[in-house]
């Protein structure tokens, strides 16, 4: 079955850097766009950043991390990255990797990771 | 502040039809397809209606979706006490070019 996990969360200072992984199985990982969402304690869901399938170059990214998170793929390796560089404390979040339904409109997310914890603090 | 606006809170008793909104822009819901994802307490995401309409494998008849214009509902009959979860709209945005979610509607069974 499909499963996303994710790691590479934990404490960072303001100004710092980290970067997670999303591993992927059960399904043909190059194949698929993926995004990153993220979830600030006890508020809503944020879309932060997408990037397109082997076939295409295309990423995008949310106004509030463009120029300090970088995504990226190895589709050898089956796995997602997010590089956070420039953390500040509103970057404090779950981040969740997750799948795109391919072919149709609006960039559905069909299967999730269960996130993991981003904590930017003095 | 969300692109999208849902209300944040929408309550029923069991076997009760609730309606929550989501309402956006020509940019958003008016030029693209509405998505929906239901949270329950200390689990990630899933999703619940997409491409307006349509219901993944496994998500029972009893969610469904609309959209006219600017403004999409989803619709949960026949409340249960499983339902109670947070539920949010979401759309791509073309001026934006991302992903855009509402705020989330806490439903709660009474």
């Known amino acids: 079955q499909v499963q996303l996990v994710e790691s590479g969360g934990g404490l960072v200072k303001p100004g710092g850097s980290l970067r997670l992984s999303c591993a992927a199985s059960?399904?043909?990982?190059?194949?698929?766009?993926m995004s990153w969402i993220r979830q600030a304690p006890g508020k809503g869901l944020e879309w932060v950043s997408h990037?397109?399938?082997?076939?295409?170059?295309?990423?995008y990214y949310a106004d509030s991390v463009k120029g300090r998170f970088t995504i990226s793929r190895d589709n050898a390796k089956n796995s997602l990255y997010l590089q956070l560089n420039s953390l500040r404390a509103a970057d404090t979040a779950v981040y969740y990797c997750?799948?795109?339904?391919?072919?149709?409109?609006?960039?559905?997310?069909?299967?999730w990771g269960r996130g993991t914890l981003v904590t930017v603090s003095s | 502040q969300s692109v999208l606006t849902q209300p944040p809170s929408a309550s029923g008793t069991p076997g009760q039809r609730v309606t929550i909104s989501c309402s956006g822009s020509?940019?958003?819901?008016?030029?693209?397809?509405v998505n929906w994802y239901q949270q329950l307490p200390g689990t990630a995401p899933k999703l619940l209606i997409y491409?307006?309409?349509q219901r993944p494998s496994g998500v029972p008849d009893r969610f469904s979706g609309s959209k006219s214009g600017t403004s999409a509902s989803l619709a949960i009959s026949g409340l249960q006490y499983e339902d109670e979860a947070d539920y949010y709209c979401?759309?791509?945005?073309?001026?934006?070019?991302?992903?855009?979610f509402g705020g989330g509607t806490e439903v709660t069974v009474l």
């Open positions: 990037i397109a399938n082997s076939r295409s170059s295309t990423i």
């Open positions: 491409t307006n309409t």
């Open positions: 979401a759309a791509w945005d073309d001026s934006l070019h991302g992903l855009v």
């Open positions: 020509s940019s958003n819901i008016g030029s693209n397809a």
């Open positions: 059960g399904f043909s990982f190059s194949d698929y766009y």
């Open positions: 997750a799948r795109e339904i391919p072919y149709s409109s609006g960039v559905p997310l069909d299967s």
